[in-house]
């Protein structure tokens, strides 16, 4: 194809050996849902598998399926939705975890477990202020209780999620989550159940407070060589926290399809918005926004080509873009252009290109289309 992604692996095992450092007893759980934040499901499952992760974090059945397809022998954690019609299949995996925050979550996956003749491991997710999955301590205390009375399933852990840890530096809604989480795994025990595994720490807070690590931290945007947010970075610069070296591990590359000149005063694109204002060598690029390419980077965002910044010209087209190298020397047809990356000194971070497009760098990777073939290095 004409454009590609490249992987680092070495970049993925690396970003996995620090938070192991950083996380000395809890279990490491990278998160590779959403093919792996774009990275490729199977590839970033096997690098973080062959770098000492003990479990792996998906959001849906399918993905789960498709690694035990590909022989990845780790438990995962399913973080999402699963439907009762799919407890079947996912039962026969074997090691797997589900969350689990309504009646019918336990009773589907309780036959399932039972006719599979190995139970599910189930996770109640608690709400804590994120407003999302999850149920308040007296809903979580019946789910307990109604899951101790059937066989087929086991109450292994609970788990939340923040609602704003990433966007902020003052971090009191967050620590009132925490306080929350605690006072549920109090009262749990206290109706006597004992989930052994707690889970509450994203990168975030797997990079700022080494007290949420509890059993088990899912690393997510971290693990691919992204810091969560800028504030991220300023609270672990303010709390003093070592900070690990992140290595982004992916490169998204193209080739220049045309070279032409146009004249100065003609238009460039669809409604005319870029107008050149001096004779100008334009490249056309095979690639849009059908492959990821965000169409709110029109006329905004560069490429490297040769080593430099060539901005785009006019509106970014579903499977074209058009950047200007009249400056650059050496531009021809099959030239190499880096959409995201580094080419010789010059780089293009997703931080760059989500600060361009108004969105956040989860959405820059995550988006990049699947088809696109990731190659490995």
Known sequence: MLSWIEVDTNALAENLRS???????????????????????????????????????????????????????????????????EMGELAG????????????????????????????HLHLKLETGNNRQGVDIADAIALADLIKQHDGIALEGISSHYADIEDTTDHSYAEAQMQAFRTAHAALTEAGHRPAIRSFSNSAATLL????????????????????SKETLISAQRLGRDKP?????????????????????????????????????LAVLPVGYYDGYDRGLSNVAHVLVNGHRAPVRGRICMNMTMVDVTDIPAVGTGTEAVLLGRQANESITAE????????????????????LPRRLL
């Open 245 to 281: 070296t992140l290595r982004p591990a992916l490169t998204w590359k193209t080739l220049v399809a045309q070279v032409k000149e146009i004249p100065a005063n003609s238009s460039v694109g669809y409604g005319r918005t870029w107008q050149a204002g001096r004779p100008t060598r």
């Open 352 to 371: 760059q290109i989500a600060a361009w497009s108004g969105t956040i760098n989860y959405e820059v990777t995550t988006r990049i289309n699947e088809v």
């Open 93 to 120: 995996l074997g090691g797997l975890r589900l969350v689990a925050y309504q009646e019918e979550t336990v009773i589907a996956a309780a036959a399932a477990g039972r006719a599979a003749g190995q139970p599910l």
């Open 19 to 85: 938070f192991r450092r950083i996380v000395s007893d809890a279990r490491l759980a990278p998160v590779v849902k959403a093919n792996a934040y774009g990275h490729g499901l199977i590839p970033a499952a096997r690098a973080f598998a062959e770098a000492g992760a003990d479990w792996l974090c998906v959001n849906a059945g399918f993905e789960a399926v498709t690694l035990r397809r590909a022989d990845i022998k780790l438990p995962i954690y399913i973080l999402g939705y699963v439907a009762p019609c």
């Open 209 to 228: 407070w080494p007290e949420t690590h509890f059993e088990l931290v899912r690393m997510g945007i971290s693990a691919y060589g992204m810091w969560p």
